[in-house]
């Protein structure tokens, strides 16, 4: 059975930073393209970072140069580092892989003074 947890979410300062982790298991994780994606209240969910198997990362236009996306397959774990927050980066985030339908629960990020 497939699992990915997600934590590391929390309230932040705008300009703050978080780092997220989501730690996977069931599945041969060193083999899998691994995504952030997140959804804020009344919008549809959005992809935020990728990386691949091979460590080759994508990003978002809203967010490259403020996100770093990374993985440890000792660890089954995948991480979003979040810098230079904005409250438009509010959303419940989630890691995951669309194409086998892979997601966790995600975890609530919150950018506000």
């Known amino acids: 059975q497939v699992q990915l947890v997600e934590s590391g979410g929390g309230l932040v300062q705008p300009g703050g930073s978080l780092t997220l982790s989501c730690a996977a298991s069931?599945?041969?994780?060193?083999?899998?393209?691994m995504g952030w994606y997140r959804q804020a209240p009344g919008k549809q969910r959005e992809w935020v970072a990728t990386?691949?198997?091979?460590?080759?990362?994508n990003y978002a236009g809203s967010v490259k140069g403020r996100f770093t996306i990374s993985r440890d397959n000792a660890k089954n774990t995948v991480y979003l580092q979040m810098n230079s927050l904005k409250p438009e980066d509010t959303a419940v985030y989630y890691c995951?892989?669309?194409?086998?339908?892979?997601w966790g629960q995600g975890t609530q990020v919150t950018v506000s003074s």
């Open positions: 995951g892989n669309p194409g086998y339908n892979y």
């Open positions: 069931g599945i041969i994780f060193s083999a899998y393209v």
């Open positions: 990386i691949q198997d091979n460590g080759i990362t």
